[in-house]
């Protein structure tokens, strides 16, 4: 059974920077595509970022393209998110996500299999 637990969300000033930790247990991950998404107050759900771990290779959205780094660590099965120069519309709950697959990256919400609980990630202005 995959498990995914995040962690590392918190409260922090516009311009800030956070990492968030993604622990994924319950078997290997290789040919896995592991995501982070984000949902604010009274909207959808959107992708943020996705890295493939077999490879390491990586996609982003637009909107955090050069603020925020996506990488995994194999030793301790984690994958992790990096954001700096926070705005205030990154505030949301950042979720983890995991798919197997093989084809090109996976960028919406209902390609992903596993979730895990959410992390608030809150940027005051």
């Known amino acids: 059974q995959v498990q995914l637990v995040e962690s590392g969300g918190g409260l922090v000033q516009a311009g800030g920077s956070l990492r968030l930790s993604c622990a994924a247990s319950g078997r290997t991950f290789s040919g896995y595509y592991m995501g982070w998404f984000r949902q604010a107050p009274g909207k959808e759900r959107e992708f943020v970022a996705t890295i493939r771990w077999s490879f390491g290779s990586t996609y982003y959205a637009d909107s955090v393209k050069g603020r925020f780094t996506i990488f995994r660590d194999n030793a301790k099965n984690t994958v992790n998110l990096q954001m700096n120069s926070l705005k205030p519309e990154d505030t949301a709950v950042y979720y983890c996500?995991?798919?197997?697959?093989?084809?090109?990256?996976?960028?919406?919400?209902?390609?992903?299999?596993?979730w895990g609980q959410g992390t608030q990630v809150t940027v005051s202005s």
């Open positions: 996500a995991a798919v197997y697959r093989d084809q090109a990256f996976p960028s919406s919400d209902d390609e992903y299999r596993y």
